[in-house]
């Protein structure tokens, strides 16, 4: 097993709308993760960081402090803050620095992600057809899940309710406004059968780590990172922006991503007790629990139904209302389900802590066209 690797400071800057730019949204959540693990920007040895649409977060040292440590950015669509937290885990186990911090931020204009066909390798024809909208491909690629496995629209809209009654209880969360099933299965359609979807938003997180037996110098309640793995899309998988589907279906990155992350973590879906996964919108959520492996595809139904991944229920997903209450600013996003996760396991999360005792937690970050990044962690 690779060396213990450790969260000791953990900082974020409430996601939503705010007057303040994206780059002082992530040095605020950078200062907070130091100011949690008691240490100075000076003792940071390396950083990562990225954003879509808000700067080049190495410029941050300018305010931060021009220290001359090497800091790296990272852009990998909505993976970012996953591949920044995994190329902070790999120099630490690299042996490259003892303390290193990983950082995301980002302010997106209003209104949906507006990609650029040709950026992802594309002609115009497919933005032209209306397919470089995000909303259309989930829209279609839940439908034809749930005609297969029998996911009933109530299901559907049960994944909402629940994402957004965490986001009220969560002061960092962008809607903190609860919504009744009724509320969701009656609101405008988006894209059949989605009524809700998360948006572009602002905000930053930031993540300071350390060597394991480093670790304990600065903290009573480090949160080890077991495992951080990346996959891109295999052959056959369906994905966002991908033009062409083969007829010999693939597994999805998710499910080769979640499999090395448990292996690397040597523990399994039935090992974790809270689990933060992609949801874009309900629907991701609903296939992502099958892709990492928590359940077999269409036995979501009765695991939602029941009440399993409530708050209070047998595996809580999406604690802090996942991106659904709290939007997607692309560089913070996968950052912020590893500091929700982190402050479970500390004990932390005040009115949306879990009430049982948890000691491992999981997350799943997923990106256009085709990227998956995992974490195990435990306490």
């Given amino acids: 097993m690779a060396e213990d690797v450790a969260i000791i400071g953990i900082g974020i800057h409430p996601f939503g709308r705010h007057d303040s730019t994206g780059m002082e949204q992530g040095a605020h959540a950078a200062r907070?993760?130091?100011?949690?693990?008691?240490?100075?920007?000076?003792?940071?040895?390396?950083?990562?960081?990225?954003?879509?649409?808000?700067?080049?977060?190495?410029?941050?040292?300018?305010?931060?402090?021009?220290?001359?440590l090497p800091f790296i950015n990272v852009a990998n669509g909505c993976a970012t803050g996953g591949s920044s937290l995994i190329s902070a885990y790999n120099a630490l186990n690299a042996g490259a620095a003892d303390i290193v911090m990983a950082i995301g931020f980002d302010k997106h204009p209003k209104?949906?992600?507006?990609?650029?066909?040709a950026s992802f390798g594309l002609g115009q024809w497919y933005g032209d057809t209306g397919l470089m909208l995000t909303t259309q491909f989930f829209g279609m690629k839940i439908q034809r899940y749930m005609h297969q496995y029998g996911i009933s629209p109530s299901t559907l809209a049960k994944v909402a309710v629940k994402n957004f009654e965490n986001g009220s209880k969560n002061p960092n969360a962008w809607r903190r406004k609860p919504m009744t099933e009724e509320e969701v299965l009656n609101s405008l359609m988006l894209s059949n059968p989605l009524t809700q979807f998360c948006s572009p938003g602002e905000g930053g997180v930031a993540l300071v780590l350390a060597r394991g037996e480093v670790a304990k110098k600065f903290t009573k309640k480090p949160v080890y990172?077991?495992?951080?793995?990346l996959r891109s899309r295999p052959f056959g998988s369906f994905e966002v922006f991908n033009s062409w589907l083969s007829p010999d279906r693939g597994d999805s990155p998710s499910v080769g991503a979640a499999a090395a992350a448990f292996k690397m973590a040597g523990m399994g879906p039935d090992d974790i007790d809270i689990a933060q996964l992609q949801d874009t919108e309900s629907g991701a959520e609903i296939m992502h629990m099958a892709e990492t492996g928590f359940c077999k595809d269409g036995e979501q139904e009765d695991m939602i139904?029941?009440?399993?991944?409530?708050?209070?229920?047998?595996?809580?997903?999406?604690?802090?209302?996942?991106?659904?209450?709290?939007?997607?600013?692309?560089?913070?996003?996968?950052?912020?389900?590893?500091?929700?996760?982190?402050?479970?396991?500390r004990g932390d999360a005040g009115d949306h802590q879990v009430p049982k005792k948890i000691r491992t937690a999981f997350t799943h970050v997923y990106g256009a066209p085709g990227i998956s990044a995992c974490t195990v962690l435990s306490n």
């Fill in 32 to 68: 907070e993760a130091l100011r949690d693990a008691g240490c100075e920007w000076s003792d940071v040895q390396y950083a990562f960081g990225g954003s879509s649409a808000a700067g080049n977060a190495d410029t941050m040292v300018s305010t931060l402090g021009l220290t001359g």
């Fill in 111 to 117: 209104g949906a992600f507006d990609p650029d066909p």
């Fill in 225 to 229: 990172l077991r495992s951080a793995v």
């Fill in 305 to 345: 139904q029941s009440g399993e991944t409530r708050l209070d229920g047998r595996l809580p997903i999406n604690t802090d209302g996942g991106c659904l209450a709290n939007g997607e600013p692309i560089g913070a996003s996968g950052l912020r389900q590893v500091y929700e996760s982190a402050l479970q396991l």
